[in-house]
DNA sequence: AGCTACTCCTGGTAGC
DNA sequence: TGCTACCAGGAGTAGC
């Protein structure tokens, strides 16, 4: 499932392609993708509009339309699970699992591509009304380990379940949060307040490092999600040290990796390079 | 305030 | 072969 370093690899894909381009004409095989907005709505939002910018924040895929009167406002992509964006020529086919398509003035398109149906395009006047409530960038210039410290204390929660909480950090999902964790020596039902000092600072180079390395390697080695927008399956699969790997050996000190349920999420961790609460 | 359970979806897979 | 049952999970929400 595309998390951080997935939804940059597909920013890059799509900048070029995207940038200077006018979109034009959009059809919507599946309304809810819209995130509310009617089809005839989103069409007439950004029919017309320029593309200035695509960006990345947290998981979310920015298209700025700019502030022009025919398109202020950006789309905003969320790909969820299973959602794909690419630029195919106009006479691609929709298949079995297109959800939405915009035509753009080079004579491609822009789809949508969302087997499961959790994705979402939704396009915003203000992009504060979707991204507003975001943590900071774990990659950013804010994610700093004083800021890190007094959130981690002041929050009082479960390891885990407060790093999937994206209006604290923004951009980490089951994946790297349990890379990261095996990678800091921590456990997931470890409470936040009590991680001392050291702890705090092996977490976050943790999690910077594994995010880091994801983004080089671009792509998550889970091919149907790890698709570029052009089709091409990512990168090798074998980077994850504990994610899908129950029963095999620990990478670092060859203890079989153990799965568990944290807040209805698959958990891996290393018994033994994670001490802590049996899970 | 934080925690749990549930919801949205459907392709893939395990079991019969 | 063809069926059923269940799982995957990001994020939002309800209820305690």
């Not at 790890?226 to 129950?246: K, L, M």
């Amino acid at each position: 499932m595309p998390e951080l370093p997935e939804v940059e690899a597909v920013v890059r894909e799509l900048r070029p392609r995207l940038v200077g381009r006018r979109l034009g004409a959009s059809v919507v095989r599946w309304t809810p993708t819209l995130g509310g907005l009617s089809a005839r709505a989103f069409g007439r939002a950004i029919d017309g509009a320029l593309v200035q910018a695509v960006e990345r924040r947290a998981k979310w895929i920015v298209i700025d339309l700019g502030r022009e009167r025919a398109g202020a406002g950006s789309v905003c992509v969320h790909l969820r699970m299973t959602g794909r964006l690419q630029v195919d020529p106009k006479d691609e086919p929709p298949g079995r699992w297109e959800r939405a398509r915009v035509a753009l003035d080079d004579g491609r398109t822009l789809r949508f591509i969302d087997p499961r149906k959790f994705g979402r395009v939704c396009f915003v006047r203000d992009r504060a009304t979707l991204l507003g409530e975001l943590g900071p960038e774990p990659l950013g210039e804010e994610f700093t380990l004083s800021w890190f410290t007094h959130a981690l204390r002041a929050h009082r929660r479960l390891l885990k379940p407060l790093l999937l909480d994206q209006t604290l950090l923004a951009g980490l999902g089951n994946i790297y949060v349990d890379e990261a964790l095996h990678r800091a020596g921590l456990h997931p039902l470890a409470r936040s307040e009590r991680l001392g000092p050291a702890r705090v600072s092996a977490l976050r180079d943790a999690i910077r490092a594994v995010l880091a390395a994801a983004i080089e390697r671009d792509g998550s080695g889970v091919e149907i999600f790890a698709r570029t927008p052009e089709g091409r399956p990512g990168s090798d699969g074998e980077r994850f040290h504990v994610y899908g790997r129950a029963g095999q050996p620990c990478r670092r000190c060859g203890t079989p990796i153990r799965r568990s349920l944290v807040g209805q999420r698959s958990t891996f961790i290393c018994p033994r390079c994670q001490p802590g609460k049996r899970l």
